[in-house]
């Protein structure tokens, strides 16, 4: 595959910019992601420069805390927050990158912060949520945590049959840090949820109600771009489940109604400007009167799996790499800090609400303001300069032989057994067949 390097005559000069990827999780996501990046070449022309990234791996390796770090201009810094020696190397680069989930906000990344911060605004419906202790020996149940010198003199004995029978059964349980690679545990009844909850042994868990599911939707944000799409957690394979009709169906275009569309990419993106990550996604689910309620608000590590991903894997690599050569190329940085604009979008929502504002109003305001914190001007209009023909470059690179490559080795190494190999790569074929035929069509090809 040839790499897109047109002869450059209209600019002064050209500039190498640096792009990290942290990336533990995904293989075949950080080769597409490579790979299209490193197709566009010297493509990408701004205000008189041409620019060319170099793409590197940041490795896990030892490194001194005293000496000079050379840091990339924007780091896609995906699960750092699991290992502090990472962690606290990206705060050593914060002054030299920006990177697409804070540091600032590590802490607060998940579920159950972003559940209590936004439902109280009222703009979403959330199901009922409960944060609980681990269940291991939790303050009352253990005689030696009950002296007099313990701070919390209140053992904080709770019963959590009552908070079952509250949110009414079913509920499911789940671990604080999130479910993606856990069996989320469901209980019907309190002797189910008595035994689901020991299950989880000394990790602190969800606890939240059912809700009646007619459309499960998982919403994905890129900076200012979004994306809703079919997700079924119920399936029994990871790999199955963004697919639909019992893996049958790789997408179904207006699958919901088109304000459910609107509020669930809302929904991804006000969560990603509250919490300083650039990549999020957020799950609701839509029920059968047609109300929508969100069951998780927050995740900034969000899926990027070729072999989950399905039919939305190239828009998932398009979106990153729009993302991350803007910020490299602009130099775009946040212009205050999450919990600042945090601060100022609620204040903001409140004031809304005071003066008789529905949430359809504070909303919208929401949404802008998480826009304009994604520069979301600066970016379109850097993407109609530097390179109005990105998405006729896009299809050229995932239609390659460089592509099919990346593709037949995550299928090869996902499944294990010889003899289905060849079965699920014509089924990926198929599926990213049809995503370029949808591509052509788009583009007029």
């Not at 709770?158 to 999130?178: A, K, M």
């Not at 275009?253 to 669930?264: C, L, T, V």
Request: glycine fraction near 6%; charged fraction near 20%.
């Amino acid at each position: 595959m040839k790499k897109r390097e047109d002869s450059v005559t209209s600019v002064n000069s050209n500039e190498v910019l640096q792009i990290g990827l942290s990336i533990p999780d995904s293989l075949s996501f950080r080769r597409a992601l490579e790979g299209l990046i490193g197709f566009l070449g010297e493509a990408v022309r701004y205000r008189g420069k041409s620019y060319r990234f170099n793409v590197r791996g940041i490795k896990r390796k030892p490194y001194s805390l005293l000496s000079h770090q050379s840091c990339p201009d924007v780091i896609l810094n995906r699960h750092v927050n699991r290992d502090p020696h990472m962690l606290a190397q990206m705060l050593m680069c914060e002054n030299q990158s920006h990177l697409t989930s804070s540091p600032e906000s590590f802490g607060t990344m998940d579920s159950c912060s972003a559940t209590g911060i936004l439902a109280p605004l009222g703009l979403f419906r959330f199901a009922g949520t409960w944060a609980l202790p681990r269940p291991a020996d939790p303050p009352g149940m253990n005689p030696s945590f009950s002296g007099r010198d313990m701070i919390y003199s209140d053992p904080g004995y709770y019963d959590i049959t009552v908070i079952g029978q509250e949110l009414h059964y079913p509920v499911y349980l789940f671990p604080h840090d999130g479910k993606e690679m856990v069996p989320v545990a469901r209980a019907d009844d309190y002797y189910q949820l008595l035994e689901a909850y020991e299950e989880f042994s000394d990790r602190p868990v969800i606890l939240q109600e059912g809700v009646i599911c007619s459309e499960y939707i998982r919403s994905f944000c890129v900076g200012p771009q979004t994306l809703a799409v079919h997700y079924d957690p119920s399936a029994r394979f990871f790999h199955e489940r963004y697919l639909r009709n019992g893996a049958d169906e790789a997408v179904t275009f207006g699958f919901i109604p088109e304000q459910a569309d609107r509020i669930s990419r809302r929904l991804a993106l006000i969560s990603a400007a509250f919490f300083g990550c650039d990549h999020n996604s957020a799950d609701l689910i839509l029920s059968p009167d047609g109300q929508l309620t969100a069951v998780d608000p927050l995740s900034c590590d969000p899926d990027v799996s070729l072999m989950h991903l399905h039919f939305h894997f190239p828009w998932m690599v398009k979106a990153l790499t729009r993302w991350l050569v803007f910020v490299a190329a602009t130099g775009y940085r946040r212009e205050i800090s999450p919990s600042m604009l945090r601060r100022k979008m609620i204040d903001g929502a409140m004031k809304l609400k005071a003066a008789g504002s529905d949430s359809e109003e504070i909303g919208q305001h929401l949404e802008n303001l998480a826009m304009e914190s994604f520069g979301v001007k600066a970016f379109n209009d850097f993407w109609n300069e530097s390179l109005p023909e990105f998405d006729v470059l896009a299809y050229q690179y995932f239609a390659s032989e460089n592509y099919q490559e990346i593709m037949a080795e995550a299928v090869y190494g996902y499944f294990k057994i010889p003899h289905e190999r060849p079965e699920m790569m014509a089924h990926y074929e198929g599926i990213h067949d049809f995503w370029l035929h949808c591509e052509r069509e788009r583009l007029g090809l």
